[in-house]
T-cell receptor
């Protein structure tokens, strides 16, 4: 597996609380992505980054923000968690040059009660 | 934006038989089509991919075909084995636009011994 870690791996939080998930890579890849996975929906892109301090929205970005201050770290923040944000969150990385494959981290299971 | 449809949602095959999963996409700008395998509780793992300048690609027992005109692509697994049991996802992206993957809803494959 590519050098990608996510923390925490599991988290239970209450509605209305802020939550930050961390993705850390050791591959020096330029692109980083956050996806959420829900039954019947496959994986859906939340936000992505194409470099330090360069981020953009994905398909389901409402209620989420991201930051990337270093090449190796990409943070996903839920400012005020809701039950609809209960999901498994995957980080992925990709290089700028071919072959462009995206490699996924181990995932974070988040439960909002 | 891109929309990817995947069929069937579940597939049960006898060990040794072939399995075929089909996907359609909507955005003619998409030029990269990966397939991921996800075992229960694990991260998605890239198993094969194809680019729009190629019509077919093979890797041992798995093959992918692409029909750009019809905007559909398929995964073929021959001589299925119990370890092929997993959820398979197709995806599509435009590599030059950040390689943001749009996933299909997934196919749960069960290989019966």
């Amino acid at each position: 597996d590519a050098g990608i870690t996510q923390s925490p791996r599991h988290k239970v939080t209450e509605t209305g609380t802020p939550v930050t998930l961390r993705c850390h890579q050791t591959e020096n890849h330029r692109y980083m992505y956050w996806y959420r996975q829900d039954p019947g929906h496959g994986l859906r892109l939340i936000h992505y980054s194409y470099g330090v301090k360069d981020t953009d929205k994905g398909e389901v970005s409402d209620g989420y923000s991201v930051s990337r201050s270093k090449t190796e770290d990409f943070l996903l923040t839920l400012e005020s968690a809701t039950s609809s944000q209960t999901s498994v969150y995957f980080c992925a990385i990709s290089d700028l040059a071919p072959p462009y494959e995206q490699y996924f981290g181990p995932g974070t299971r988040l439960t909002v009660t | 934006g891109e929309n990817v449809e995947q069929h069937p949602s579940t597939l049960s095959v006898q060990e040794g038989d072939s399995a075929v999963i089909k996907c359609t996409y909507s955005d003619s700008a998409s030029n990269y089509f990966p397939w991921y395998k996800q075992e229960l509780g694990k991260r998605p793992q890239l198993i094969i991919d194809i680019r729009s300048n190629v019509g077919e690609k093979k890797d041992q027992r798995i093959a992918v075909t692409l029909n750009k005109t019809a905007k559909h692509f398929s995964l073929h697994i021959t001589e299925t084995q119990p370890e092929d049991s997993a959820v398979y996802f197709c995806a599509a992206s435009e590599e030059a636009a950040g390689n943001k993957l749009t996933f299909g809803g997934g196919t749960r494959v069960l290989v019966k011994p």
